[in-house]
């Protein structure tokens, strides 16, 4: 099952613009988590927020919860060629292992 | 360097094969999970496992068994049952379920059927 869905599917933005993805669930959670994956790559964990938080900030990644739309939302600021990737949102609902969502594919246009 | 290892990169499989995938990891981790990724999607759970010698049924288990025998060992094996198997594979570990900790990734295995 697909907890997590991102929106949009494709964002494509020019280097120095912000990049915004939304994820959205249906089931209470614990935690929810962003990972990037890089073509054919692995994925790498980029930040928590737990359900108890409503915002968190990692250099230029700024995570934001809202427990009651079961959504949040993934900023990167003043993208870069280097963040061309894709990014998933993970929910964590402490019973079982992370469910994933479908993913966002950012591309930054040097 | 501590992290989950993931072989073989590239794996080519016949038709009625029996293929094993496999999976360490060094970070004394208790969970470790299998996930599938096919072109342009998401994760889809397979299968995972919590604790040595024992393991649950993810969402997409039919046609793949495993073994959890070591804590740093869990492979996959996809059987002859799974009528399509060609998909990227990515093993991941953690800490353990309800820690409020983040997974760590392999790089992945590529299997294709030809």
């Known amino acids: 099952s697909q907890q997590g869905e991102e929106d949009p599917q494709a964002l494509s933005i020019q280097e120095g613009e912000n990049a915004t993805m939304n994820c959205s669930y249906k089931?209470?959670?614990?935690?929810l988590q962003w990972y990037r994956q890089n073509s054919g790559r692995g994925l790498v964990h980029l930040i928590l927020i737990r359900s108890n938080e409503r915002e968190k900030h990692s250099g230029r990644l700024r995570v934001t919860l809202d427990t009651s739309k079961k959504s949040s939302s993934l900023l990167i600021t003043a993208s870069r060629a280097a963040d061309t990737a894709s990014y998933f949102c993970?929910?964590?609902?402490?019973?079982?292992?992370?469910?994933f969502g479908s993913g966002t594919r950012l591309q930054v246009q040097p | 360097d501590g992290g989950i290892t993931q072989s073989p990169k590239y794996l080519f499989r016949k038709e009625g094969q029996n293929v094993t995938l496999s999976c360490e990891q060094n970070?004394?981790?208790?969970?470790m999970y299998w996930y599938r990724q096919d072109p342009g999607q998401g994760l889809r759970l397979i299968y995972y496992s919590q604790i040595v010698n024992d393991f649950q049924k993810g969402d997409i288990a039919e046609g793949y068994s495993v073994s959890r025998e070591k804590k740093e060992s869990f492979p996959l094996t996809v059987t002859s049952a799974q009528k399509n198997p060609t998909a990227f594979y990515l093993c991941?570990?953690?800490?353990?379920?309800?820690?409020?900790?983040?997974?760590?990734f392999g790089q992945g295995t590529r299997l294709t059927v030809v």
């Open positions: 991941a570990s953690s800490i353990g379920t309800g820690t409020n900790t983040e997974a760590f």
């Open positions: 970070l004394n981790h208790d969970a």
């Open positions: 993970a929910t964590d609902t402490g019973r079982r292992a992370l469910t």
């Open positions: 089931t209470s959670i614990n935690n």
